[in-house]
Structures are given as structure tokens and as C-alpha cells.
């Protein structure tokens, strides 16, 4: 009796008669097919890919090698143990593989798949290649499309994230970790990529937030759409949780590749160098007239970086948050180099919350993966106000003072027109052990702006204007700074590049240690 | 006095002694708002100082540059010998401040001023200054200038010297209702000139009495007709002190965009010896008339019938004058300065030769996909002349980092080939227009492309109708033949695959070893225009064969992918393409033919997943209107709430001194208004939402 209903309920899709092989092929076939086609259909409806559609895409042809394509899940609640319920891979799927040839390990969450709901083989999986990657030294990039915690799993869901979370604090530094998140991410999912180095987002089909509107018009009776509350454009323009957002699947995972190719593979490597066309002494003739006369007047301070760079080419990262400040990736002469540049066209490049916070996070990732930071430097200071003051920008612009002053990788600083006070020192000066200092000849390095100055200086006393002229003429120049060794040399805008290139080749053998410390204790 | 288009300023350029040479060059400018910034103004004049300088140097006389601060990296201070800075930014204290510009004069030694034309040619006081002190003027004097400055006075001196003038009414129309009447009475079409707008600007064509009262809204000018279908001929004419004056042979500016000047040839190919010879002959006695001396232009109207009528005397070095210079060997800068010094004129008429052919294109920041060319402002921020090709001349006063702003001209540059014949000319101006680098600003370049392979244009046929009638709907940009789409293609194709192969390409000793895709095969899926191409392409070397519908395309260059340009070879023919854009997810724009397009090129499997791609829907633009270019608003003619018929005038937005009308895209009411009158806007403002 016992064996008859073994044969007919427990093993119903392959029998236990069937041969090992013939169940592998199953098994193998169900895995790639993940929650079925009525559920791929879905997802393709919705504007998504599958998961296994993106890391194809994501992918060198060929080159993926996956890795527990046969665990399941272990729920026995709730029906889950039935076997319709079992789907070998369960909603995740994992692996190694290659974006333009280099060795990466990702994972991808499936959404067909119980909603792509993070159960503990789910979180084991993620957590088995995250441990491999941190072995080779490899990054990890992580595809998130899940609706939460599988609820039937109870507890042991809140283990599996915590066991993530684990891992993305021990990666963290140690090998590039990027999250593109591409569907639902809510309640404590949210954490993992915001542990990892760069979170990029899908416009309109992705979101991110720790409750729901539901939840947060219960709670607080706010009413809030989906897309306003955890959208691409909500994290990267007014929260600053997402570092970029792409138009659709497909372009988010073609700009993922490309991304790639900036990052060293771990810790242990240099920053990658590649096969570049752009002479490296290339003059840039257009840098010499960029700097209005008028010290009062905006210019972009993109234009510079991009006449700069190799081939203009500049992956910014959040480009629509905090946009006083520009921080992004690019190359000279081939060479990876991480960029930080005031921007005067915004709140005139002042250095406020946002910007020191989005600077400070910026300069941290490349010094701990060995990418040479080249500065760019017009601030006028810090931004007053009680705003500012109320919201801690003593503590927020301690962060990137400590970033700069804590970073041993190659420093390069460019001041092209102000640099004033406190923010003159925070913007990678000499003092905080800049490697090469130069100021264009359109250079003010001073405590303040003039007029601020005399009216500190002759305070009540008449002719202010003579005064201002006199300030003027005596620091609104490059020389009180060259002149005691702060800036090294005074250069030609136009020859820029040329002494970056020359400087980055010098400095690519720098070595530089800090004090021995168990860790540093960054302002949070 | 009206300021001529491209140049609403004063330059001068001084020079020659015997002792000590010095040229001393200064500016100034008409600023329309005193606040504007000086520093964009250096464009406008650069071009021609430049040019002047450059004789200078020929001739061995040394210049003298003014500037005021703000002007010191401009390109004419740069090239000039020396440099002189007369104060700070605003005009009226540095190239308005005669004080310091006479001390520059002092302290040089220089010896001649061009008074150029603007304020300070009209400025007796200043010229009274220099002759106290021994300086000399080169140009025409300040008689000749005011005489042919002034559109009405200029045809009266014209028909006493038994010049043919256009039968039309020279006056000053009060309002609307008259201009109707009056353009009735002439007969349409009639042309009808802004009396504040010099050269072209502010000139309209009405055809019948709608359009004449609409433009009577902005005109108090002269109205005049025009040959329907006429030529634009301008007369070169140099006259000496001494009452000798010669004519250089004519230009054919017929290719004309709102009655400005886009492509322009010496000789033209209409005229015959014997009409050459009438003009030249009325065009010197005009010169005589008003005891013209220097070089100087005079334009005329000419019909099919070949019958000619005076249109205006130019009174300075015309932007199209090195296509004379080319045919006719004669330096006119050269001319002009020994001019002034009092010398005779070299040459007899007889001396004045046509050798072989020359072109000129104006290169404009201008979009020539709306109204043949609205302006367009922004940074150059990459920027290269096709100078390192044979019998090639490019004029300007610009250069890479120059800022292109809404208040001035919006010029970059007078491109001028030279040939034996006229094809060869031509041929030439295509490889120098493939050649030119310009980038952060949309320009011309596409349509001059066009203009100079047209088949009418080719064979002469030109007229100043010529774009209206050869794009009646307006300019669409070169339109691919089946084998140019097939080379597009298969250039963007090999671009792409080369881009893909470099980024596998790392350099140094690697921890982790690289393993790149092996491959020597490419299916790719290239969009173009909507529609979708399968490509198969394969490589070797820089050789790659693409095969598109069954046909082989045969692609190899080098490859630079920093380059601006890209020279390749397509099948045997040589070719160069220049990639303004290529992104991480595949869109390539390339210039072919001088047309930019846009390509997105994506691995088949890339291509297939993309259906799954939500389409996002574009903003339904038919109510809502938005500003098409960067300008200031001048007038708002509705407020929410007005019912507007389709193609009523909204707004009137004016940019570089033109004035745009825009209407209504359908019938609807008005629901908000977003710009007032006096408001500056940037291209793609929102001005008014319809309901």
C-alpha cells in the first residue's frame, strides 16, 4: 500500500522509477523556465525581462556558468511543501560569469518565481557566490526583482537577509559590489543594496522603499503613489539612494557592462587600464577661455572634466542629485580615475549636506579600490543658513573632509577659480596630503571673498572699495598659495591633460599607509 | 546709420610707418542692452581682424591688438603682434574710451586707423583726433558711408549716376494699412525692409496683403519689390584717392536664406561678358558718384532676363570677399591699406583677370532643419577647420571653447574653396565641409552640404528663390539612396563591432586573467529611420565585410575611435564620416554627406529582448508651444482664455535680430500663458498651453 501511493502522489513529474538522467534533464528544463511561461508572459508584459533573459544580455555570450540550479526551497507550511510549489532553483538564479572578458559573479532575482520573494535557499544561494566571489576577488552584481520575504518562510527569510547583509559588509572593500535594481524592492530587501557601492534603477518599472504606500497611508495618512515614493526619479533626485536610473531593462543592462569596465576586479587590483586612442598630451584648447572673467559669473565645470577626459567621456554618478558637486568615473590615457569637480552653474558650487555626503561616499569607493581621484575646485565655501546648520553640516562636511584627508590613492587637485575657505581645504588640498596641487592661473585661494573680507578686516572704517581693491589684487590670485608650496605649479588651462596624464603614470606606484587601526571612525 | 549684420561694431586697424611699424586694431561694439556681456562679442569681429591681421603680416606691418580685459584670450589679440588693453569690459570704458584708445596709438607708434563701420566710423570727433594726430583712416570717409548707409539717400545718388534702381516706393511706411496699399500699388511680391535692420535682417518677402499687414505689425521701413525669382549679384569695386576706380568682377550670392547670404561663387554662371562689363561700369561710376575710396560693394538685383537693379553699396570688406581675392589674385586688405595711404591703384581694368573658380559657404550656428537656419547658441566644445586640405580658406573668429551666444550674428566661419574649374571647386567644398569639426553647436552644415551637390545648383541654375523651391516643405537633410543606406549602415556597423572588440582590450598585469569573447562574426540589428536592419558582419584586420540584404559591404579605416573625424574606405570609394555620439546602449550618430544620423545598433539578441521594452509615450506636442530657439519674447498676443485659430501668431520670440512669429498648431483656447514680453527664453521653453 504504502509503496503504491509513494509511486503515484510523491513523485509524480519524474517517478522514482524514472532514471537519475531523465530527472536532471526535467529538472534542468524546469529551472530554465523559472514560474512558468504564463508568468514570463507576465513579466514581458510589465516591460521586464526574465532573469535569465538579463544575465544573458548582462553577460559575455556564452560565458555564464550558473551555480545551484537544483536547490529548492525547504518551506513545509502553508501547502509550499506540495510539489507544484517546488521550483529547482527557487526564485533566484546564480553564477559566474564575464562582462568584455573580466570574471564577475551576479545574481538574479526572479520574479516569476513566487514573486521572486527571498526565501532561505534563496538567500543561501546569493550568499554561497558572494562567499566565492570574496575568495577570487571578484565583484558581485546583484539584479533584484522581489517582492519581499517569503512569508510562509517566516523567520527564516529574516535570516536569509541578514546572512546577505553580512556579506555585503564583509565584501564591502574588499570587492566591487553593484545592485541594479529592476522590479519591487521594499522592506528590509532595501538594505542589501544599500550596503552595496553603487545602486542603479530601471525608470518606472523599478522601486525601492522600506514600506508601501499602503502602510504609509495607514501610518502616516499620506497619500503617495508607488513611483513617488520609491521611483528611479524619487532615489535619484531628491533622496540620493540610487546612484543613476536607465530608461528600460535592456539599457540599464548594455550601461551596466559598460560601467563595469571602470572597476578594478577587487582591492588587490590596480585601477584597469585600457586601450586608449586619445593622445594623452592632447592640448585642450577651449579650457584656456572657460573661466569667465567675471569671478561672479557660472560656467560648467562639466565642460572642463569633459574636455579633459579621454574621448569625453564621463560616467557620472548621480547626476541629479546634490548637483553642486560632479563625481563620476572616467579615463586618462587609458586609466581608470574617479572625478570630483564643484559645479558653479548649481548654488555656485558651494559645498552644502547633500553635496559633501554624495562627495565624501564617492571618494571613499575609490580609494578603497585604488582609483586615482582627480579634483576639480571652484567653491566659494560652504552654504550657510540655519537649514544647513540645523540638518548637521558640521558632521555631513566632516564626511568628506575625512574622506579626502583618510584616501592614499594618487590625489590630483585643479583649482580653476575660487577656493575658499574651510572648502579650499576640505577640496583635496596640499595639507590633506594632495599628491599634485595645480592652479589655473585664474586661481583665488583665500579665506573668503573680498568684500566679506574687509568688511571683517576695516570693519567701520571708510574707503571699503580701495580696500576690496587692495584684497584683490593681493589674494584673489594663485600666488599667496603658490608661493608657499600649497599649489605646486601654475598651469595653462589648455595643457591640463597633458600634466594629469604625465602625473598619473608617476603616482601609479605611490605607496601610502595609514596608522595601524582596527577600523576608522568616518563622522556617520 | 544702420550697422551692417555681421559686423554691428567698429573695428580699426592701424598701420605702417617707415620707422616703426605698428597696426593697432580695436573694437567696439553696438551692444543692444549696455549689460550684455563683452566677452561674446569677440566672435563677431574676430573673423575680420584676423583676416586683416594676417595681410598685415604678409605685407610685413606689425599689429597693434586693442582689447579690453575681458578680450585678452580673443583669437585677433592672440594673433596680433601686440596687444594693447584699453580697460575693463563695458564698451563705453574701453573700446568707447577714445582717451585710452589714442594713448594705444601714442604708445605703439601706430599709424592708421580703420574706422571699420558703427558708432565710431560716424564719429567726427574721433576722426578729427587722428588726423590731429597724423594717424591715418583706412576705409572710405565718413561721407561715402553715411551716403550709401542710408537705403533711401543711397538710390537717389544711385539714379543720378545713371544707375538702374528697382521701381519701388523709398520712404517710411506709418502703419500696416498703408504698407497694403502701397505694396498694391508696386505690385507683389515686395520686399520690405525694417529700417532698424541692417543687411538682411529685419528684410521680409510679403506676397499678398495678409502677409504684408502681418509684417506691418514690426516694419516702419522701405518697401520695395523684388525679382520673384532673381540672382543676387555684388559688384567688387576698388577706387583710390584720385578719382581712379576699378571693378573686380562679380559674386553670385543668389543662395540666400531670409535674404542673408548661404553659399556665394566667383564668377557665376550666368553672366555674360557684356553684362559683367555693365555692371562693373554703373557699379564704378556709383563709386565716382559719392568720390568712393577703398574697396567696397554694390549689390545688385538681377531677373531672368538679365535686366539688373541697384540694391545697396557696402561699404567695407564684404564677408565674401575672398572669393574675389582667389579668382582675381588681388589682396583686398593689401588694396585697402595702400589705399588709404594715398597710393594710385596698381592695376588697370584690363589687368583684373577671372582665374578659375572659387566657393564660399557661410558656416552658421543655426539649425537648418527649421526655416533653412534658426540660430542656435551654445559652447564649441570641440572644434576643428579642414585646414590641412589643398586650395582650402576658412575665415573665422572663433575657436574651440568659444561661447555662441543669442545677441550676436550667429557666424562661425566663411569656408572658401578654390578650384581650376568650377567642379573641381566644388568637389573640394564637399571634402572641406566632411572635414570640419564643429561641436556643442547645431549648424549649417547639413543643408551647405546639400546646396553644393544639388543637381540645379550643379548646373547653375540658381536663383535667390532656390531653397524655397528645391524644399518646398523645407530642409530634411540629405536623403539616403538605397547604396548611401546600405554604407550607413555598414559604417555604423564596423564602428560598433570595433568599439566592442577595444573594450575587451585591457592592458598590464592582471590578477585575474581575461578571457574575451572569441569571435569573428557579428549578427547585429542596426535601426535607422524606424526601420530595422539584420547585419552580418565579419573582420579581419581593420577590414570588415558587412552583409546587409544580401549585399557585401566592404568597410576598412583605422578605426581611432578619439577621433573626430573617420576616414574610411567603402567599397574602394574614400569617404569621411565624422561619429558624434556612440553610447553604452548603442546609438551611434554619424554626419554622412553632412547630414547627421542617428543609428542605434544592438546585438540580435539585445535587438529580440527589446521588444519586451515598454514604449514611452512622447508628450503630445500640438497644445503646448515652445520656444524653438534661444531668444528674447517681444510681443504676446494672447492671454489665457482667447480662442486661437490654427495658425494664429501666439508670440513673436527674436533672436540675432530676427523675429519669429509663432502660431497656434490647431484651433483651441488658450489655457496658460508661460513668458511675458521682454522675458529671455532658452530653446524648449514652454510659452503657451493650448487646451
Not at chain 1, 101 to 106: I, S
Request: with cysteine.
Amino acid at each position: 500500500m504504502v509503496i503504491f501511493l509513494t509511486k503515484t502522489h510523491q513523485f509524480p513529474k519524474g517517478g522514482l522509477c524514472s532514471p537519475p538522467r531523465e530527472r536532471i534533464e526535467k529538472k534542468r528544463k524546469a529551472a530554465l523556465t523559472g514560474g512558468g511561461q504564463l508568468r514570463i508572459a507576465a513579466q514581458h508584459k510589465r516591460g521586464k525581462l526574465t532573469a535569465r533573459e538579463r544575465l544573458e544580455l548582462l553577460l559575455d555570450p556564452d560565458s555564464f556558468v550558473e551555480c545551484d540550479m537544483f536547490v529548492e526551497h525547504r518551506c513545509s507550511d502553508f501547502g509550499m511543501e506540495a510539489d507544484h510549489n517546488k521550483y529547482p532553483g527557487d526564485s533566484v538564479v546564480t553564477g559566474q560569469g564575464r562582462i568584455n572578458g573580466r570574471l564577475v559573479y551576479v545574481f538574479s532575482q526572479d520574479f516569476t518565481v513566487f514573486g521572486g520573494s527571498l526565501s532561505g535557499a534563496h538567500a543561501q544561494k546569493v550568499c554561497k557566490i558572494m562567499d566565492q566571489a570574496m575568495m577570487v576577488g571578484a565583484p558581485v552584481i546583484g539584479l533584484n526583482d522581489s517582492g519581499g520575504a517569503r512569508i510562509q518562510e517566516g523567520v527564516e527569510s529574516l535570516a536569509g537577509y541578514a546572512d546577505i547583509f553580512l556579506r555585503n559588509v564583509m565584501a564591502s572593500g574588499v570587492v566591487p559590489q553593484i545592485s541594479l535594481i529592476m522590479g519591487p524592492c521594499a522592506g528590509g530587501a532595501v538594505y542589501s543594496p544599500a550596503l552595496t557601492d553603487f545602486t542603479f534603477m530601471v525608470k518606472d518599472t523599478s522601486y525601492l522603499f522600506i514600506t508601501g504606500p499602503d502602510v504609509v497611508k495607514s501610518v502616516t495618512n499620506e497619500d503617495v503613489t508607488q513611483e513617488e515614493l520609491g521611483g528611479a526619479k524619487t532615489h535619484t533626485t531628491v533622496s540620493g539612494v540610487a546612484h543613476r536610473a536607465f530608461e528600460n531593462d535592456v539599457d540599464a543592462l548594455l550601461n551596466l557592462r559598460d560601467f563595469f569596465n571602470f572597476l578594478p576586479l577587487s582591492n588587490k587590483d590596480p585601477a584597469p587600464v585600457t586601450e586608449c586612442h586619445d593622445p594623452r598630451d592632447r592640448p585642450v584648447p577651449g579650457l584656456d577661455t572657460i573661466v569667465p572673467f567675471e569671478s561672479t559669473k557660472a560656467y560648467d565645470m562639466l565642460d572642463i572634466v569633459h574636455g579633459v577626459l579621454d574621448e569625453r567621456e564621463f560616467f557620472e554618478i548621480m547626476p541629479n542629485y546634490a548637483k553642486n558637486i560632479v563625481v563620476g568615473f572616467a579615463r586618462m590615457n587609458g586609466r581608470t580615475v574617479g572625478i570630483v569637480g564643484n559645479q558653479p552653474k548649481v548654488a555656485s558650487g558651494c559645498l552644502d549636506i547633500n553635496s559633501s555626503v554624495k562627495g565624501a561616499r564617492f571618494v571613499r569607493f575609490c580609494d578603497a579600490f585604488n582609483i586615482p581621484i582627480i579634483t576639480f575646485v571652484d567653491v566659494p565655501g560652504f552654504l550657510p543658513g540655519t537649514a544647513q546648520e540645523y540638518g548637521g553640516i558640521i558632521r555631513h562636511g566632516a564626511k568628506l573632509l575625512y574622506a579626502f584627508a583618510e584616501a592614499t590613492i594618487p590625489k590630483i587637485t585643479v583649482i580653476t577659480r575660487k577656493a575658499y575657505g574651510g572648502a579650499y581645504d576640505v577640496m583635496s588640498s596640499k595639507h590633506l596630503r594632495g599628491d599634485v596641487n595645480y592652479a589655473w592661473p585664474s586661481a583665488e585661494v583665500a579665506v573668503m571673498g573680498a568684500k566679506g573680507a574687509v568688511q571683517i578686516i576695516f570693519r567701520g572704517k571708510e574707503n571699503q572699495a580701495e580696500a576690496e581693491a587692495e584684497y584683490v589684487e593681493k589674494f584673489a590670485n594663485p600666488f599667496p598659495a603658490a608661493v608657499r608650496g600649497f599649489v605646486d605649479d601654475i598651469i595653462q588651462p589648455s595643457t591640463t591633460r597633458k600634466r594629469i596624464c604625465r602625473d598619473l603614470e608617476v603616482l601609479a606606484s605611490k605607496k601610502q599607509t595609514n596608522p595601524w587601526k582596527k577600523h576608522a571612525n568616518i563622522p556617520l | 546709420m544702420k550697422h551692417h549684420s555681421l559686423l554691428r561694431s567698429i573695428w580699426c586697424h592701424v598701420c605702417f610707418s617707415k620707422q616703426r611699424c605698428g597696426v593697432i586694431i580695436c573694437r567696439y561694439s553696438t551692444v543692444y542692452d549696455p549689460n550684455e556681456k563683452v566677452s561674446l562679442i569677440i566672435r563677431d569681429f574676430s573673423l575680420f581682424l584676423t583676416c586683416v591681421i594676417k595681410t598685415c603680416k604678409k605685407m610685413g606691418i606689425k599689429t597693434v591688438a586693442v582689447h579690453s580685459d575681458v578680450d585678452s584670450s580673443a583669437v585677433h589679440v592672440k594673433v596680433a603682434d601686440e596687444a594693447v588693453c584699453v580697460g575693463p569690459a563695458p564698451t563705453s570704458k574701453s573700446y568707447l574710451n577714445m582717451d585710452a584708445i589714442m594713448n594705444a596709438i601714442k604708445q605703439t607708434g601706430a599709424q592708421a586707423v580703420h574706422p571699420g563701420y558703427g558708432f565710431l566710423s560716424e564719429n567726427k570727433e574721433f576722426a578729427k583726433r587722428l588726423a590731429a594726430e597724423g594717424v591715418t583712416f583706412i576705409g572710405p570717409d565718413t561721407h561715402a558711408i553715411q551716403a550709401m548707409g542710408d537705403k533711401i539717400e543711397s538710390k537717389l545718388i544711385a539714379k543720378a549716376a545713371k544707375v538702374n534702381t528697382i521701381p519701388g516706393f523709398d520712404g517710411v511706411v506709418k502703419d500696416a494699412k498703408e504698407a497694403v496699399k502701397i505694396a498694391g500699388e508696386i505690385g507683389y511680391p515686395v520686399m520690405i525692409k525694417a529700417s532698424a535692420g541692417g543687411g538682411g535682417k529685419g528684410m521680409r518677402i510679403a506676397w499678398n496683403d495678409e502677409e504684408t499687414s502681418d509684417m506691418g505689425f514690426f516694419l516702419s521701413g522701405h518697401i520695395s519689390d523684388i525679382c520673384a525669382n532673381g540672382f543676387c549679384w555684388c559688384l567688387q569695386v576698388l577706387a583710390d584717392k584720385h578719382g581712379n576706380a576699378l571693378w573686380l568682377n562679380e559674386r553670385e550670392c543668389s543662395i540666400q536664406r531670409r535674404n542673408q547670404k548661404v553659399v556665394e561663387e566667383a564668377p557665376s554662371t550666368f553672366l555674360d561678358p557684356d553684362t559683367r562689363r555693365a555692371m562693373g561700369e554703373q557699379a564704378v561710376s556709383l563709386a565716382n558718384a559719392v568720390k568712393y575710396s577703398s574697396a567696397g560693394t554694390v549689390e545688385f538685383l538681377v531677373d531672368s532676363k538679365k535686366n539688373f537693379y541697384f540694391l545697396e553699396m557696402n561699404t567695407r570688406l564684404q564677408v565674401e570677399h575672398p572669393i574675389t581675392e582667389c579668382i582675381t589674385g588681388l589682396d583686398l586688405v593689401q588694396q585697402m591699406i595702400r589705399i588709404a595711404k594715398g597710393y594710385k591703384l596698381q592695376h588697370k581694368q584690363s589687368d583684373i583677370p577671372i582665374n578659375g573658380w572659387a566657393v564660399e559657404s557661410r558656416v552658421y550656428a543655426e539649425d537648418p532643419y527649421k526655416s533653412f537656419g534658426l540660430p542656435s547658441i551654445g559652447r564649441l566644445s570641440q572644434y576643428q577647420e579642414p585646414l590641412d586640405l589643398p586650395n582650402v580658406r576658412v575665415d573665422s573668429g572663433i575657436q574651440e571653447g568659444s561661447d555662441i551666444s543669442i545677441y550676436y550674428d550667429p557666424m562661425i566661419s566663411k569656408l572658401v574653396t578654390y578650384g581650376k574649374t568650377r567642379e573641381e571647386a566644388l568637389k573640394k567644398m564637399e571634402d572641406a565641409l566632411d572635414n570640419y569639426v564643429i561641436r556643442g553647436v547645431t549648424h549649417n552644415i547639413p543643408l551647405l552640404r546639400e546646396i553644393i551637390v544639388h543637381p540645379r545648383f550643379v548646373s547653375g541654375v540658381i536663383s535667390t528663390k532656390f531653397l524655397p523651391e528645391v524644399y518646398p516643405d523645407g530642409f530634411k537633410g540629405h536623403m539616403l539612396t538605397a547604396g548611401e543606406r546600405r554604407e550607413l549602415l555598414a559604417t555604423a556597423a564596423a564602428l560598433y563591432v570595433a568599439a566592442q572588440l577595444r573594450s575587451q582590450k585591457f592592458l598590464g598585469d592582471l590578477r585575474v586573467s581575461v578571457v574575451p569573447a572569441e569571435s569573428r562574426q557579428w549578427e547585429l540589428c542596426v535601426e535607422l529611420d524606424k526601420s530595422v536592419h539584420m547585419l552580418g558582419v565579419s573582420r579581419s584586420g581593420n577590414n570588415y565585410t558587412v552583409e546587409i540584404d544580401g549585399e557585401k559591404v566592404e568597410v576598412s579605416g583605422e578605426w581611432n575611435l578619439a577621433s573626430a573625424l573617420l576616414p574610411i574606405t567603402i567599397n574602394g570609394k574614400h569617404r569621411t564620416l565624422q561619429c558624434l555620439l556612440r553610447t553604452a546602449a548603442g546609438e551611434i550618430s554619424l554626419q554622412y554627406l553632412g547630414t547627421s544620423f542617428k543609428l542605434r545598433v544592438l546585438s540580435k539578441l539585445a535587438a529580440s529582448l527589446s521588444k519586451h521594452m515598454p514604449e514611452k509615450v512622447p508628450e503630445d506636442t500640438s497644445s503646448i508651444l515652445r520656444s524653438p530657439m534661444p531668444g528674447s519674447v517681444v510681443a504676446v498676443s494672447v492671454k489665457p482664455g482667447d480662442n486661437v485659430a490654427e495658425g494664429q501668431e501666439i508670440c513673436v520670440i527674436e533672436a540675432m535680430k530676427m523675429q519669429n512669429s509663432m502660431t497656434a498648431a490647431k484651433t483651441a483656447k488658450v489655457k496658460s500663458v508661460h513668458c511675458k514680453a521682454g522675458d529671455t527664453v532658452g530653446e524648449g521653453d514652454l510659452l503657451v498651453e493650448l487646451e
